[in-house]
């Protein structure tokens, strides 16, 4: 087991990239340390010869490739993906519970039987809503609802 191995090379490649890219911005890096493992696993169980270096290269550079094909948009959107943590709350209706919420007055509101912290969203001058009164769910920021009248 020298260092020379071909094998075990392409295993510290792969390692080497991958390590890198949870350090990166980038998802590229990935795709390189893939291609590497594909192609020491090749190499491991003879699918390659370990003498054959253009062999190894050619294919440590397709299955970049083909890696790169079948995982970039996936992890693109992953990566993208929206926040959504709220989004069974939003639209849904609570109740105004202990008082009544004005523009500079928070309270709290009753929603799946849960009391939360309670704003009114983008208050008018003067604008109040009643204790008991059932309002919509615009906003979640935090344990406080932002909230409209129905």
Not at 19 to 42: C, R, V, W
Not at 88 to 113: C, F, H, M, Q
Not at 124 to 135: D, H, L, P, S, W
């Amino acid at each position: 087991m020298a260092i020379n191995d071909p094998l075990h090379i392409w295993y510290i490649i792969a390692a080497f990239f991958i390590i890198i890219e949870s350090f990166a911005a980038t998802i590229a890096l990935l795709f390189i340390g893939l291609g590497a493992l594909t192609t020491a696993i090749s190499i491991h169980y003879t699918i390659v010869d370990s003498t054959q270096y253009i062999l190894q290269v050619s294919l440590a550079l397709i299955a970049t490739g083909l890696w790169t094909l079948v995982l970039w948009k996936p992890l693109k959107n992953l990566k993208n993906k929206k926040n959504t943590k709220y989004k069974n709350i939003l639209g849904s209706y609570a109740t105004i519970v202990d008082s009544d919420l004005s523009e500079n007055k928070p309270g709290r509101a009753k929603w799946s039987g849960t009391i939360m912290n309670t704003r009114i969203y983008s208050p008018t001058k003067n604008q109040t809503i009643r204790k008991g009164e059932e309002v919509e769910i615009v906003e979640v920021k935090g344990n406080t609802l932002f909230v409209k009248t129905k």
